[in-house]
């Protein structure tokens, strides 16, 4: 039973832009936070941006602020990762994620994740 679907992933040069895209469904979609984590190799997967379904409340890591946009279309049941100005270190293999969680900013928080999408940004 597939619960979240990545797309939008792929090669871009320094200071391009990607918009990522995860469809979710059944029980991923009736979750109260939807989120997206990167893991670069060799490093832990980390924390990118989350949006709460109810209100729309958004977070963002230091990292991306002001560079990424997190959005969501409840008509499709669909969350958004825009990322503009990318800089090689965002290079990693993105991971759209959902679960109940009060603590968004924790990836052992999350039931539910998708199986990645590469961004690779060449300098």
């Known amino acids: 039973q597939v619960q979240l679907v990545e797309s939008g992933g792929g090669l871009v040069q320094a200071g391009g832009s990607l918009r990522l895209s995860c469809a979710a469904s059944?029980?991923?979609?009736?979750?109260?936070?939807m989120a997206w984590f990167r893991q670069a190799p060799g490093k832990e997967r980390e924390f990118v941006a989350d949006?709460?379904?109810?209100?729309?409340?958004?977070e963002y890591s230091d990292s991306v602020k002001g560079r990424f946009t997190i959005s969501r279309d409840n008509a499709k049941n669909t969350v958004y990762l825009q990322m503009n100005s990318l800089k090689p270190e965002d290079t990693a293999v993105y991971y759209c994620?959902?679960?109940?969680?009060?603590?968004?900013?924790?990836?052992?928080?999350?039931?539910?994740w998708g199986q990645g999408t590469q961004v690779t940004v060449s300098s």
């Open positions: 994620a959902a679960g109940h969680t009060m603590r968004p900013r924790l990836k052992d928080e999350y039931t539910y």
């Open positions: 949006i709460l379904w109810t209100g729309g409340t958004t």
């Open positions: 059944g029980r991923a979609y009736n979750s109260r936070a």
